[in-house]
């Protein structure tokens, strides 16, 4: 695959703009807030969020520990029963 067609996709993955089958909505929201760390430990907020920026705010309540290693955000129509909460 060509660099050109790479980065586009590794920028929307990293944006959480291609959060796969599991999303709430086309748009993703409202839904629950999760992310994966690098770890493949999952974090998912405790209650739906309306936006993209109340999702945001809800991981920078994150520990800053966690925060700097997130390898993926995205929102889900259902919280993961083994989803850690901030």
Not at 28 to 37: A, D, E, I, N
Not at 38 to 52: I, L, M, P
Not at 64 to 72: E, L, P, T
């Amino acid at each position: 695959m060509r660099m050109r067609n790479v980065l586009p996709v590794a920028l929307l993955i990293a944006a959480g703009l291609l959060a796969g089958a599991n999303t709430a909505s086309a748009a993703g929201y409202p839904g629950f807030q999760c992310f994966k760390t690098t770890d493949r430990v999952e974090y998912c907020s405790d209650a739906k969020v309306k936006n993209h920026a109340v999702g945001a705010a809800w991981i920078k309540t994150c520990p800053a520990d966690v925060v700097a290693h997130i390898s993926k955000p995205y929102v889900l129509a259902s919280r993961p029963s083994g989803a850690h909460s901030c």
